[in-house]
């Protein structure tokens, strides 16, 4: 009961709502919460020029043990940034510069296996400013998915939308 008690502490530290956690039956979930450090949720609202960080919570309903690597943020998960016309922004050149090295086997990654109890939480962080043009003031809606791990088959885990705000 302690560690139900610790947990649900963190949680609201965080700033994660139960509620957030989707569906029982979604087998994992993926909620996102913007940053101004990305170390602790804040507001969705940046100065033009800052990054624009999100925290990536996963969180595991399903009864297996998942099991998935973290290598790099711009190619473990992808974004969907849209203006307020709802147009897709644009890739930044560092993104396209990045995937090019990727590419041609000279660019470094992380590697960390994450294993996934159920109902286990994890964490993770992406600058979607450093892989997509947020820099000229105005409403963005960012939505970011990933793909499934092995154990649950084929297919996507899509986040929560958030509508973000860039101001001068």
Same mark, same amino acid.
């Given at each position: 009961?302690?560690?139900?008690?610790?947990?649900?502490?963190?949680?609201?530290?965080?700033?994660?709502? =139960?509620?957030?956690?989707?569906? $029982?039956? @979604? %087998?994992?979930?993926?909620?996102? +919460? /913007? =940053?101004?450090?990305?170390?602790? $949720?804040? @507001? %969705?609202?940046?100065?033009?020029? +800052? /990054?624009?960080?999100?925290?990536?919570?996963?969180?595991?309903?399903?009864?297996?043990?998942?099991?998935?690597?973290?290598?790099?943020?711009?190619?473990?998960?992808?974004?969907?940034?849209?203006?307020?016309?709802?147009?897709?922004?644009?890739?930044?050149?560092?993104?396209?510069?990045?995937?090019?090295?990727?590419?041609?086997?000279?660019?470094?990654?992380?590697?960390?296996?994450?294993?996934?109890?159920?109902?286990?939480?994890?964490?993770?962080?992406?600058?979607?400013?450093?892989?997509?043009?947020?820099?000229?003031?105005?409403?963005?809606?960012?939505?970011?998915?990933?793909?499934?791990?092995?154990?649950?088959?084929?297919?996507?885990?899509?986040?929560?939308?958030?509508?973000?705000?860039?101001?001068?």
């Amino acid at each position: 009961m302690r560690l139900v008690a610790i947990f649900a502490g963190l949680l609201t530290i965080a700033g994660v709502s =139960s509620s957030l956690w989707g569906e $029982p039956q @979604s %087998a994992l979930v993926l909620q996102i +919460a /913007p =940053s101004q450090n990305a170390i602790q $949720p804040g @507001s %969705a609202t940046w100065k033009t020029g +800052a /990054p624009v960080f999100f925290i990536l919570t996963m969180k595991n309903n399903s009864q297996h043990v998942l099991h998935f690597a973290l290598t790099n943020p711009a190619f473990n998960y992808r974004a969907k940034v849209l203006d307020s016309h709802g147009k897709p922004v644009p890739e930044t050149e560092n993104f396209r510069k990045f995937r090019e090295a990727l590419e041609s086997g000279l660019s470094s990654t992380r590697n960390i296996l994450v294993v996934l109890k159920p109902h286990e939480t994890c964490q993770d962080t992406i600058e979607v400013s450093y892989l997509y043009d947020v820099v000229k003031p105005g409403e963005y809606t960012v939505q970011i998915e990933r793909d499934m791990p092995p154990e649950l088959g084929l297919g996507v885990v899509k986040s929560n939308v958030v509508k973000i705000t860039v101001v001068e």
